[in-house]
């Protein structure tokens, strides 16, 4: 097998940090690994792989060297200027922001559900929002045995989806101190709002997942709302998914399609207590569902509580789990 030269742009932020001990866990097939980020942290050092490695300050010759493969994480700003750079010069850019995510030139992509997409990339592939992804590894399996006629999205979101300022705000919180990354306190209290408000009166992070379980989905007239907040856990974003399907169901064959899907992990047992929690999904690379019952509201209505890691499943390891894709690809031709 080949190896590959791979770059990771923003490595000394939080996403960035798991995607260095994701890769660790991983091991993929390269033959070097270069670590950048702004110059405020250029000439840092980081132990990664054994060895330590000397951040470098990303700038528009970075990737005169010949990467194939960058991994992405430092804000939709950079993603911007620099992924059109890096693709320019024979790299795949895999972009966490939200830079690219809509672009229809772009593939979006959560490798469990829509892998295909990856092969239609033009030298960038965007990772959906966290909230969005581990949503798509739990709706797909339903898509596709049932149809989907509409969904209803509440979420329960952790401050780490707000990055450092948002944890340091709930730990800060704590000892009763003003908030510094939120418009409110977050400790003993949920924010109904992530991101800014829209004119639609929704705030971006809903429109993220409308918009984006649409592209992933293949479905850009599925009904879709939904209410996102920010709660005062750590880490792991909670959702309660409410979902009209197109076909009848019976629900014991359901909750087996759904432990029969890729990367999801079924937990239900209500009468002992067993049922996805945060806490528990916390460090996992997996997502989990649980609390699956009849919506008696409407015809062939399910709820489902789905749990999974927002730095990891959200953000780093589906990152990297599109590279793995991609140089499964690669190896196949």
């Not at 992405?72 to 620099?82: D, Q």
């Not at 895999?94 to 033009?122: A, C, F, G, T, Y």
């Not at 908030?179 to 992070?205: A, R, S, W």
């Amino acid at each position: 097998m080949k190896k590959y030269k791979i770059a990771v742009v923003g490595a000394t932020g939080m996403v960035g940090r798991t995607f260095l001990k994701v890769l660790e866990e991983r091991k993929l097939p390269a033959e070097s690994y270069t670590l950048f980020a702004s110059a405020r942290s250029a000439g840092s050092k980081i132990t990664f792989m054994g060895e330590e490695y000397t951040i470098r300050e990303l700038n528009e010759s970075s990737f005169d060297e010949g990467f194939d493969i960058a991994l992405f994480s430092a804000g939709g700003s950079i993603s911007e200027k620099f992924a059109p750079i890096a693709a320019s010069k024979g790299c795949v850019v895999i972009d966490n922001s939200s830079q690219w995510r809509m672009d229809p030139e772009v593939p979006l992509v959560v490798p469990e559900v829509n892998p295909e997409d990856i092969k239609k990339h033009k030298g960038i592939i965007a990772n959906p929002n966290c909230s969005t992804i581990q949503a798509m590894v739990a709706l797909r399996p339903l898509q596709q045995k049932y149809g989907i006629k509409r969904i209803v999205y509440s979420t329960y979101q952790a401050v780490s989806g707000a990055g450092l300022g948002g944890y340091q705000d709930l730990e800060n919180g704590i000892k009763g101190e003003a908030p510094k990354k939120f418009n409110h306190p977050i400790f003993n209290n949920c924010l109904p709002q992530i991101d800014v408000f829209l004119p639609n009166g929704y705030t971006k992070e809903e429109m993220k997942m409308v918009n984006e379980t649409r592209k992933i989905l293949g479905d850009n007239n599925m009904k879709i709302t939904a209410t996102t907040v920010r709660v005062p856990v750590f880490m792991s974003h909670s959702e309660s998914i409410n979902v009209e399907l197109e076909k009848p169901f019976d629900l014991d064959e359901l909750k087996q399609t759904l432990a029969a899907a890729p990367g999801l992990i079924l937990q239900d047992d209500p009468e002992n207590a067993v049922y996805p929690m945060a806490v528990d999904a916390s460090d996992k690379d997996e997502v989990f569902v649980g609390r699956i019952r009849r919506d008696e509201s409407v015809e062939n209505g399910i709820n489902m509580w789905v749990v999974a890691d927002n730095i990891r499943k959200g953000a780093a390891t589906n990152t990297i789990q599109i590279a793995q894709k991609l140089i499964e690809y690669w190896e196949s031709k």
